[in-house]
């Protein structure tokens, strides 16, 4: 697309040049990457070579840059069109590529097998979606294969049942909800997934529908245009169990804890209650707030691809600003709601050696405590 027409469709003209999307942009301040810059050349330059700009790989897709503009601009939806036109010459790094083809073929970015989708149950019994259910439990792919956040996936099952809700999955014909590859600048592959996906789960009838990440609830919720389903992360559900008096919590879990907003949970979707409402009827918790919280909050640096980007400065990661900002609290647990953000500050914590100072978990991990043994 040349640079007029794609100044035109982004609307940047309306851009007054104010900086402050570079200004709060958490990625501008240790790299080269400067959106003003970039929506500049945009206005007053025939064409931007992109292929000089490596930095765009740089980007998180927080939209600090959206949330800051007194001019309703779209700044960070520049760079995701700016890597759609290196994404259809080929020119991405070789893990951006590895990733895109593991979704095209597998369904996920890791490119696991899709017969593995499902190996989070640990061989308990689920339900298919697809014979009907009140509730669409999306599980999504980090949930499914890593590890790390199965535990997750197990516990928000778990709350589900004690709840008695009728629920469930699409199990290995689940497929990756394509959030990411569209931040990537993919998007015919994000056209196909939503196409596919949202079909399938057209066809389960659920009225509501449930996700693990707030990337995938982020892009079921606007840009599926799912009418007649409510997408909802699982924070909202289970704060409404809680307040509904159907899931019961009862076991003390006496820590300190402090919590991180997830930027696509936060900043894009306004969900900053029932994270902190879930922490609190948690008994013996004693929450505690960072400095940057709610739209405040430090991007953890996972986001719009760059779990598969290694980025241009290693050495400043803001997941190791932030695990040094939840230490100084005196927290114990530094408590998340997204599995990009689980993985990126749990790593931060040990690369900073603050592994007997704080422990990363997700707000199901001590949800499932206070449930005490199942």
């Given at each position: 697309?040349?640079?007029?027409?794609m100044?035109?469709?982004?609307?940047l003209?309306?851009c007054?040049?104010?900086?402050?999307?570079?200004?709060?942009?958490?990625?501008a301040?240790?790299?080269?990457?400067?959106?003003?810059?970039?929506?500049?050349y945009?206005?007053?330059?025939p064409e931007l070579k992109?292929d000089a700009h490596?930095?765009?790989?740089?980007?998180t897709s927080?939209f600090t840059?959206?949330e800051?503009c007194p001019?309703d601009v779209r700044?960070?939806?520049l760079?995701?069109?700016l890597?759609?036109?290196?994404v259809?010459?080929?020119?991405?790094?070789?893990?951006?590529?590895?990733?895109l083809?593991?979704t095209?073929?597998q369904?996920?970015?890791?490119?696991?097998a899709?017969?593995?989708?499902s190996?989070?149950t640990d061989?308990r019994?689920v339900?298919a979606?697809?014979?009907?259910?009140d509730?669409?439990?999306?599980?999504g792919c980090?949930?499914?294969?890593?590890?790390?956040?199965?535990?997750?996936?197990?516990a928000l099952?778990?709350?589900?049942t004690?709840a008695?809700?009728d629920f469930?999955t699409?199990g290995?014909?689940?497929?990756?909800c394509?959030n990411e590859?569209?931040r990537?600048?993919?998007?015919?592959l994000f056209?196909?997934l939503v196409?596919?996906n949202?079909?399938m789960?057209?066809?389960?009838?659920?009225s509501?529908m449930v996700?693990v990440?707030?990337?995938?609830?982020?892009t079921?919720?606007?840009?599926?245009g799912?009418d007649?389903?409510?997408?909802l992360?699982?924070?909202?559900?289970?704060?409404?169990?809680?307040e509904?008096?159907?899931?019961e919590?009862?076991?003390?879990?006496?820590k300190?804890v402090?919590y991180?907003d997830p930027?696509?949970?936060?900043k894009?979707?306004?969900v900053?209650?029932?994270?902190?409402?879930?922490?609190?009827a948690?008994p013996?918790?004693e929450l505690i707030e960072m400095d940057?919280?709610?739209?405040?909050?430090?991007?953890?640096?996972g986001g719009?691809?760059?779990?598969?980007?290694?980025?241009?400065?290693?050495?400043e990661?803001?997941a190791?600003?932030?695990?040094q900002?939840?230490?100084?609290?005196?927290?114990e647990?530094?408590a998340?709601?997204?599995p990009f953000?689980?993985?990126?500050?749990?790593?931060?914590?040990?690369?900073?050696g603050l592994?007997?100072?704080l422990?990363v978990m997700?707000i199901?991990e001590l949800v499932?405590?206070?449930?005490?043994e199942?």
């Amino acid at each position: 697309m040349k640079t007029q027409a794609m100044t035109e469709q982004l609307e940047l003209y309306g851009c007054i040049q104010c900086g402050k999307c570079t200004g709060g942009c958490p990625v501008a301040r240790k790299t080269t990457l400067n959106i003003r810059s970039l929506i500049y050349y945009m206005l007053v330059e025939p064409e931007l070579k992109v292929d000089a700009h490596e930095e765009l790989w740089d980007c998180t897709s927080c939209f600090t840059c959206v949330e800051r503009c007194p001019k309703d601009v779209r700044p960070a939806e520049l760079i995701i069109a700016l890597r759609g036109q290196l994404v259809e010459g080929g020119r991405i790094p070789e893990t951006i590529g590895a990733a895109l083809m593991g979704t095209f073929r597998q369904g996920n970015p890791a490119g696991m097998a899709r017969e593995d989708r499902s190996a989070w149950t640990d061989s308990r019994e689920v339900k298919a979606a697809q014979d009907g259910c009140d509730l669409l439990y999306y599980i999504g792919c980090t949930p499914s294969y890593d590890i790390r956040a199965q535990p997750i996936t197990r516990a928000l099952a778990r709350a589900f049942t004690v709840a008695g809700l009728d629920f469930g999955t699409l199990g290995i014909e689940e497929s990756c909800c394509g959030n990411e590859i569209r931040r990537m600048g993919e998007e015919g592959l994000f056209e196909m997934l939503v196409e596919e996906n949202g079909e399938m789960i057209r066809a389960v009838g659920a009225s509501r529908m449930v996700t693990v990440s707030p990337h995938c609830f982020n892009t079921f919720k606007n840009e599926y245009g799912l009418d007649g389903i409510d997408v909802l992360h699982y924070t909202q559900l289970v704060a409404a169990l809680i307040e509904q008096g159907k899931l019961e919590l009862a076991n003390e879990v006496n820590k300190r804890v402090t919590y991180h907003d997830p930027c696509f949970l936060g900043k894009q979707n306004r969900v900053y209650d029932e994270p902190r409402a879930i922490l609190q009827a948690i008994p013996g918790v004693e929450l505690i707030e960072m400095d940057r919280n709610r739209e405040r909050s430090l991007c953890c640096e996972g986001g719009g691809g760059r779990m598969w980007a290694e980025g241009t400065n290693l050495e400043e990661r803001l997941a190791f600003q932030r695990v040094q900002e939840a230490a100084d609290t005196g927290a114990e647990i530094l408590a998340v709601a997204c599995p990009f953000c689980l993985l990126t500050l749990e790593d931060a914590v040990k690369v900073r050696g603050l592994e007997e100072q704080l422990r990363v978990m997700d707000i199901m991990e001590l949800v499932n405590l206070s449930l005490g043994e199942e």
